[in-house]
C-alpha cells in the first residue's frame, strides 16, 4: 500500500473540536493539522501532478461568514439575539450538514438547539425558543452574550472552521 494513501478513522468530538480549532488557514486538512501540531515531517509532495479540479463552494469553507463579516447586514443587527439569529442561518445556509452538530452542543441542564420550539421548551420555562430563518431548527435565545459566543463557537468548530474565523464571529455577537 503507497504510504500517503489515505485512511479514516474516528474521533471523540471533543478530539474533533480540538483539531478543527488548531486550524491556521481553510483548506488546511486535518493530516496538516495533526502533523504540525505533533511536530511530525510532512510527507513530501509526489512527482505525479494533481488533476486540475474548479474549487467548489465545499472546498471554501467560511466564504460566506466572511462575506457576512465583511457586509453590513450583520452590523444593521440591533441586538446580541439579533447578531446571534442572524450568524446560525448564515451558519445554515453555508453548510446545512454540518450544521447537524447544533443538536449535540447542550449545556449542563439544557439542550440549545432543537427542531422544534416544544423540545426547548419542555428543557426550560424561561428559554424563549427562536426559529433560525431559513432552516429547520430552533435556538435558545435566553442566555446572556458569554454563552451566544460559546454556542457559536462551539458549531463552528465541530463545523470546521478555523479558529481566527471563529473568534472573528464570536466577537461580532
Known amino acids: 500500500m503507497p504510504e500517503n494513501m489515505m485512511k479514516t478513522i474516528e474521533v471523540d468530538e471533543d478530539l474533533y473540536r480540538y483539531i478543527a480549532s488548531n486550524t491556521r488557514h481553510i483548506g488546511e486538512s486535518a493530516s496538516d493539522i ?17 488533476p486540475a479540479t474548479p474549487p ?13 463579516l465583511e457586509g453590513d447586514e450583520l452590523a444593521e443587527q440591533e441586538s446580541a439575539i439579533d447578531r ?26 439544557r439542550i440549545y438547539f432543537a427542531d422544534d420550539e416544544a423540545a426547548l421548551l419542555a428543557c426550560g420555562n424561561t ?21 451566544k459566543r460559546n454556542i457559536v463557537a462551539q458549531l463552528m468548530a465541530a463545523m470546521g472552521y478555523p479558529h481566527g474565523l471563529i473568534e472573528r464571529v464570536c466577537q461580532s455577537i
Open 56 to 68: 467548489t463552494p465545499a472546498a471554501q469553507p467560511g466564504r460566506g461568514v466572511v462575506q457576512m
Open 34 to 50: 495533526l502533523r504540525r501540531l505533533l511536530k511530525l515531517e510532512p510527507i513530501a509532495a509526489t512527482d505525479e501532478p494533481l
Open 127 to 147: 428559554t424563549k425558543p427562536k426559529a433560525i430563518e431559513g432552516s429547520p431548527y430552533w435556538v435558545i435565545t435566553n442566555t446572556n452574550t458569554g454563552r
Open 84 to 109: 446571534f439569529m442572524h450568524i446560525l442561518s448564515v451558519l445554515y445556509r453555508e453548510n446545512p450538514s454540518a450544521f447537524s452538530q447544533a443538536s449535540d452542543i447542550k449545556g449542563r441542564k
